[in-house]
């Protein structure tokens, strides 16, 4: 199509509407439709190269419209740019990811210059790292040149790589897992990425499974992938009739360490498994095949490998009545009451103590006092109480079987500490952690403990500098927890910030290995709401419920479910996609373990 002359000159603002064609005729700018009205099926599949004529306008309209099949053989993106650019180009370094229903806004705003409006909502770096983003307009200004008559995207910004719809980057990506190990279970350690959907998604996979630890990670997981180990080929192969892809390996010593080719070989197979594409995995060293002991040929189910998945059930829940605990049934739409004996009567829990928390197998219950001076220990008949802690303790969190953690001040100085206690011994001394990233202006407000012992959330708030809590939001990270050799926490690592996009996180829980169950609040929420949120996924609402003031997870033998507490000591199930059915009252809900 050729554009009149005078827009070539003229100053004017369109709107990326798909592949509608509503482009402007004259040079009065108008809207063309919304990307949300378009045909998703034609968007998807017709993606235009750049042609004779098009105007600086139509070229940046072109290139982001074409993006999605950045992975495809026959990528057109780069026909929009430069020799120089195209080559130089390197669309997943750095990709955002914008609100697809408010499209995005072009406008001309001078000589070879054409500036975009969009509504960013999520943010990939070149790992594959999903950043969820509270929305916000953001504005990127692209260079144009003349390339034998014609304009041809010259520039923008440094690193950048694509900009996609939420409903594109959907189609164009894919979660993967990328899989770690435990260093004290035969546990995997998940890890969420998002990577091209295409075919080279294996040889992505195998990369990023090659790749060195996160920081928040590095000391509190294994990996068997060692420095200067690299794929020997440009990509893995998988066999069209088999789907047993190949994964040859060199730079490494794998072959004379059976520990560390048992541990990558278990991570790869995992995660290559993971995907639809593949049904088995062969990982060489030079050519030579790196066999597991007991499995002849290639891999083919996770029950081949040393390590598995982390599976949770429980089936009893404790609610919390003035003084007394009822184990209800989880299971039951209702939390009805569990047949009680005289043998598994729960200890009475005065009102003075608060934040109850339970081992899995319920021979250890704990609190802490309702002025945060005191951790309290229940073990049948024995009852162990330590007043030296520290001040402002939070509500204990188990790991595991093995011990309790416990957030608060030190009482002498009064700077932020991270305490474990033992569970062996029912006296046990409270140990701090090393946290240096812990500033003096940090108060813990709560602690929460992987299921598999390797990664802690912990929820901050700040305070001023006379130590008076501000009414700012408290912030959620996540923090890898590092050990002795006898499997002692002796750790937290640097972490990395949580649902950065919520303006408030007040409760935060482990719901499985890779997955979070938040409290928290968004800019446009009117109070707190819950969420669920797979790390390094998108954060999904569970629906509102007001008063809303804490949710457990349930693990059990189907999936998690979701328990929520509100204000006047309402406790609700889900009910329907975003409803909530008010079943009991209590004071507090404890799912023994978690």
């Known amino acids: 199509m050729t554009r009149p002359a005078a827009l070539l000159a003229a100053a004017s603002v369109l709107t990326l ?38 105007s600086e306008m139509e070229i940046v309209q072109g290139f982001l419209r ?44 001078g000589e070879g210059e054409v500036s975009v409006e969009m509504l960013a909502v999520g943010r990939v770096n070149e790992q594959g790292r999903l950043t969820e983003l509270a929305p916000r307009t953001t504005t990127v200004t692209f260079g144009l040149t003349r390339v ?58 195998t990369r990023a499974q090659l790749a060195p630890l996160p920081a928040h990670l590095e000391g509190a997981v294994r990996t068997g992938a060692q420095e200067g180990l690299r794929l020997a080929t440009p990509a893995v192969p998988v066999d069209p009739s088999t789907l047993v892809a190949t994964v040859n390996l060199r730079g490494a010593t794998l072959a004379q360490d059976d520990t560390l080719a048992a541990d990558l070989s278990s991570q790869l197979a995992h995660s ?17 095949p790196l066999t597991l002991e007991g499995v002849e040929g290639a ?4 029950t081949q490998l040393p390590y598995a998945e982390l599976e949770q059930s429980t089936d009893q829940v404790l609610l919390r009545v003035g003084e007394e605990l009822t184990g209800v049934d989880p299971a039951q739409y209702a939390l009805r009451d569990l047949p009680s004996t005289g043998e598994d009567r729960l200890p009475t829990v005065g009102l003075d103590w608060t934040g109850i928390a339970a081992s899995a197998d319920l021979e250890d219950l704990t609190a802490v006092s309702t002025d945060g001076s005191s951790f309290r220990r229940w073990r049948g008949e024995e009852v162990h109480t330590n007043a030296g802690i520290g001040d ?19 009482r002498s100085s009064q700077t932020p500490r991270i305490w474990v206690v ?30 598999d012992g390797s990664r802690a959330l912990v929820v901050l708030e700040q305070v001023d500098q006379d130590g008076q809590e501000e009414q700012g939001p408290h912030r959620l990270v996540l923090s890898g927890i590092v050990r002795d050799g006898q499997g002692r926490p002796v750790g937290l690592t640097e972490p990395a910030p949580v649902a950065a996009q919520l303006e408030d996180v007040t409760s935060a829980r482990w719901s499985g290995a890779g997955e979070v169950l ?42 998690v479910d979701v328990v929520a507490r509100t204000r006047d000591g309402g406790v609700y199930v889900p009910e329907g996609q975003s409803g909530w059915q008010p079943v009991r009252n209590a004071d507090q809900v404890v799912v023994p373990g978690g």
Do not use: K
Request: net charge negative.
């Open 148 to 205: 034998d008559g014609e304009p041809r995207i010259s520039a923008f910004p440094d690193d950048a790589g694509l900009w996609l719809s939420d409903t594109e980057f959907a189609r164009a990506f894919r979660p993967t897992t990328i899989s770690y190990l435990n260093p004290q279970r035969d546990l995997f350690v998940p890890e969420l990425r998002w990577l091209p959907d295409s075919d080279g998604l294996p040889t992505a996979v």
């Open 66 to 109: 074409a993006g999605e099949g950045f992975a495809s053989d026959d990528d057109v993106s780069r026909t929009y740019l430069t020799d120089e650019l195209a080559s130089d180009w390197v669309p997943t370094s750095d990709v955002i990811v914008y609100d697809g229903g408010g499209g995005l806004t072009l406008t001309r705003t």
């Open 518 to 559: 938040l409290v928290g609040q968004r800019a446009t929420d009117a109070g707190p709401h819950p969420f669920r949120l797979p790390l390094g996924g998108w954060l999904e609402p569970l629906g509102e419920l007001p008063g809303l003031v804490d949710a457990v997870p349930v693990p059990g033998a189907t999936g």
């Open 299 to 302: 891999i083919t189910g996770a």
């Open 392 to 410: 402002e303790l939070t509500t204990p969190a188990v790991d595991g079987d093995e011990a309790f953690w416990l957030g608060g001040l030190q």
């Open 272 to 288: 290559l498994l993971g995907l639809t594409s593949v049904a088995g995995v062969e990982v060489q060293v030079a050519g030579q």
């Open 17 to 54: 509407a798909g592949c509608s064609g509503q482009l402007p005729m004259t040079p009065d700018p108008r809207p063309g439709l919304a990307v949300s009205q378009q045909s998703e099926r034609q968007v998807e599949r017709f993606l235009p190269p750049a042609e004779a004529g098009d």
């Open 422 to 451: 033992d569970r062996a011994d029912l006296d046990g001394v409270a140990r701090p952690v090393e946290t240096p990233w812990l500033a003096d202006d940090d108060r813990v407000h709560g602690l929460s403990i992987s299921p």
